[in-house]
Nanobody, 128 residues
Framework: QLQLVESGGGSVQSGGSLRLSCAAS????????IGWFRQAPGKEREGVSC????????NYADSVKGRFTISRDNAKNTVYLQMNSLKPEDTAVYYC?????????????????????WGQGTQVTVSS
């Protein structure tokens, strides 16, 4: 059974950093595009960043470009999201999700409903 588990969330002050991890079990990540998504209270789930199965291609939402970096270590079956210069508007529950694909693009990353496997989410709270 495919399972994704996020970790690394927490509470930080504006300008701080966090690194989220998405660990997979029950399958190997190297055949999947992995996306990070977030959902703030009262808002729709939005795409934050995606990475191709081999790690050579990445996509970012405009709101996080230059601040967040997605990476993957297929040997560890884990994908990471390094979040720097955090802002209060980054506060949300962050989810990782997988889709059986090799390549990713901006449109795929902006469409969470096409991702089939999801983690339980990890809360990120940024205070001003």
């Amino acid at each position: 059974q495919l399972q994704l588990v996020e970790s690394g969330g927490g509470s930080v002050q504006s300008g701080g950093s966090l690194r989220l991890s998405c660990a997979a079990s029950g399958f190997t990540l190297d055949a999947y595009v992995i996306g990070w998504f977030r959902q703030a209270p009262g808002k729709e789930r939005e795409g934050v960043s995606c990475i191709s199965s081999g790690g050579g291609s990445t996509n970012y939402a405009d709101s996080v470009k230059g601040r967040f970096t997605i990476s993957r270590d297929n040997a560890k079956n884990t994908v990471y999201l390094q979040m720097n210069s955090l802002k209060p508007e980054d506060t949300a529950v962050y989810y990782c999700a997988a889709i059986g694909a090799i390549a990713t693009d901006q449109r795929m990353c902006a469409t969470p409903q096409i991702f089939g496997s999801w983690g339980q989410g990890t809360q990120v709270t940024v205070s001003s």
